[in-house]
Every structure is written in structure tokens, then in C-alpha cells.
């Protein structure tokens, strides 16, 4: 063999391997005799590569494959769930826009803030999760609910009303993505589907945690005025202000107690 086809050893070996194990689980696959009536089956180590790709294309083996792909897609997306229809948006953005205002840098680090967001979330949430557990998951299992589909539309029930208790005030944004779908007008909130609701939500959430943001700005600007007017009147304009605002916003956010302000009035905002 020359210097060319070496390389294509392995390739023809491969394919040479192939084609015997497909021919050979041809000449493996049952039979069917002249009287109808079967032949003994000669693979019993289940070794016939075309019979478990029909035994794969079975409605039965269909529905089960697409069911796991369908709980992985689940479990994939289960962080953009979380963060897109729960009031994990809302806190996480005030608390960015809390550590702009201070000008901490990375204090505190986002690791903290993302936990303490998560559990705000898991406490504001709670009462609509016992709802979806109640009415869909509890009688799913215990067979009260014959499909995965009808415990679906039950699960959806509660996460529905939450979200429609916080676009109450804002029903423009629903009205948007009506418009851009090219939806009819809703009579009724049945007649809003899911795939509207969901981002009306959450440009109400962005909405409403960039006004908080604004206000709990003010103090701090205020602060960060008083000591660039003082610097500039002392004559130390080479003295960053910021340098010097920093310890007065910290003392200023703890005798305020503001981690309490702020908070309860996160909570207290989703009613």
C-alpha cells in the first residue's frame, strides 16, 4: 500500500466493520417460515442493531424519548424560569443599582447579593408555589390528574395571577405585545396567552426597579454634591470626592438602618 492510502487505512477499516455488523444483524433478524409461524430467534444478546432502531421508532419509545428531552429542557431553562417570572428581576436590579449609588465597587460581591435575591424571591414566592404544588404536582402524583399536560395548566394558574397582580397598574404593556403579536383585544385575562403575559411581566419588572433606582439615587447624589462643593471651596479639587463621600454614604445607609428600608419595601411592593 503507497504513502497516499495509508491514511485512509483506518477509514476503510471502519467502514469494512460497519457494513459486517449491519450485514450480520440482517441475517440475524427472525424469520418467518413457510407455515407463518416464526423462527427461533438466533440473537439473544440483543445485538440486532436494525431492530433496535425499529424497537426506537415505536410510538410508545417515541413518547417516552420525548418526554425526557422535554423534563432536560425543562431542567435547562430552569434558571431563566426562575429569573424571568418570579420577583428575582426586580431585587436583583435595586440591589445593583443600591451598589452604583454607594459606590462600593464590588462590596458587597455579587455572589452575596444574588443569594440574598434568591431567597427574597423564594420567601415573596412561596405562597404561589404552595398554590402550584396544591392544585398541580400533589394530585399529578397521586393520580388525581390523568396527564402531564392538564397538571401544566393547573401549575400555570398561580404563576399567571402573579404576574397579572403586578401588571394591575400597568396594562399598556400588555396592550404592546398584544399589539406587536397582532392579537385581537382581550375581554378577559384567559384571552392573554402565556407568551404575552411573560414579557409584559417582565418590562414591568425593569420599569418599576428603575424607578426605585432613581429614588434611592437622590441621597446619595445629594451627598456626593455636598462634598464636591466643600473639596472645590477648600481649594482640593485634586482630591477625588468620591474618596471622601464614600465613609458618609456607608454611615449615612447604616444609622438610616437601610437594608431594612430597603428590603421591606421590596417585599411589601409585590403585595
Request: a neutral charge; glycine letters at 4%; aromatic letters at 10%.
Amino acid at each position: 500500500m503507497s504513502r497516499r492510502t495509508r491514511p485512509l487505512r483506518p477509514l476503510l477499516t471502519l467502514g469494512l466493520a460497519l457494513f459486517s455488523v449491519c450485514a450480520s444483524a440482517q441475517e440475524t433478524s427472525p424469520s418467518v417460515g413457510a407455515a407463518g409461524n416464526p423462527a427461533v430467534d438466533t440473537n439473544p444478546l440483543g445485538q440486532n442493531i436494525i431492530d433496535a432502531f425499529r424497537q426506537a421508532g415505536q410510538p410508545e419509545n417515541i413518547s417516552t424519548s420525548l418526554l425526557i428531552v422535554f423534563l432536560l429542557t425543562i431542567l435547562t431553562l430552569a434558571p431563566a424560569i426562575l429569573v424571568m417570572t418570579t420577583s428575582f428581576t426586580r431585587i436583583i436590579v435595586v440591589f445593583g443599582f443600591l451598589r452604583q449609588a454607594m459606590a462600593t465597587q464590588q462590596s458587597p460581591p455579587n455572589q452575596v447579593l444574588i443569594g440574598i435575591a434568591l431567597f427574597l424571591t423564594f420567601f415573596i414566592m412561596a405562597p404561589t408555589y404552595q398554590r402550584v404544588y396544591d392544585e398541580a404536582v400533589q394530585p399529578y402524583i397521586q393520580g388525581d390528574i390523568p396527564t402531564i399536560t392538564e397538571a401544566y395548566d393547573k401549575a400555570l394558574v398561580p404563576m399567571r395571577e402573579f404576574m397579572f397582580r403586578q401588571l394591575e397598574n400597568n396594562p399598556r404593556d400588555i396592550a404592546l405585545f398584544m399589539q406587536i403579536a397582532k392579537l385581537p383585544r382581550p375581554q378577559a385575562r384567559a384571552d392573554i396567552p402565556t407568551t404575552v403575559l411573560v414579557p409584559a411581566f417582565i418590562l414591568n419588572e425593569m420599569r418599576i426597579s428603575f424607578q426605585i433606582g432613581f429614588i434611592i439615587y437622590i441621597p446619595f447624589l445629594i451627598i456626593d454634591m455636598v462634598v464636591a462643593s466643600t473639596l472645590m471651596a477648600m481649594g482640593m479639587m485634586m482630591l477625588p470626592p468620591v474618596f471622601v463621600s464614600l465613609p458618609f454614604k456607608i454611615i449615612m445607609f447604616v444609622l438610616a438602618d437601610g437594608w431594612m428600608l430597603l428590603i421591606g419595601s421590596l417585599v411589601r411592593s409585590f403585595g
